[in-house]
């Protein structure tokens, strides 16, 4: 019997995500979710997550009210053979490493643009397409 309430116990527990460091700046490290990377012919979908040593101020659309946050997490696309990216999603949170509660959250799939030659775009554009 107790096999049975540990083993419901272990299912009922949610997926943990399975960040790998990227890259980091001055502000933030730079983070990948390898476990839902997803290629579907060259593009790639993946999550990222940019977590901050100190607190981000953003003001937000209606009622534009200034908010803190520590963590940034977004769904970003890659096109692997042409050399492109765009954001789709993005997530703000009040903790680091993308815990706590959920600030702000927007959707901003635009066209494909190129990837910079900036170390940080390269760095998760090499990490997303390996």
């Not at 527990?13 to 290629?39: C, H, I, Q």
């Not at 937000?60 to 940034?72: E, I």
């Not at 053979?81 to 959920?102: C, T, W, Y």
Request: glycine content about 4%; some cysteine; aromatic content about 14%.
């Amino acid at each position: 019997m107790r096999r049975w309430i540990l083993l419901s116990l272990f299912a009922a527990m949610p997926v943990w995500a399975d960040w790998s460091f990227v890259a980091k700046t001055d502000t933030f490290n730079l983070y990948g979710e390898t476990n839902t990377r997803k290629k579907i012919g060259n593009v790639v979908h993946m999550w990222f997550m940019a977590d901050y040593k100190a607190t981000q101020s953003v003001r937000l659309p209606p009622p534009l009210l200034w908010t803190n946050y520590q963590s940034l997490r977004e769904l970003k696309e890659f096109d692997c053979a042409s050399r492109q990216h765009r954001s789709v999603k993005s997530v703000l949170f009040v903790d680091h490493l993308a815990k706590g509660e959920v600030i702000y959250s927007f959707e901003s799939a635009g066209a494909f643009a190129p990837v910079a030659a900036a170390p940080l775009d390269d760095a998760q554009f090499r990490f997303a397409c390996r």
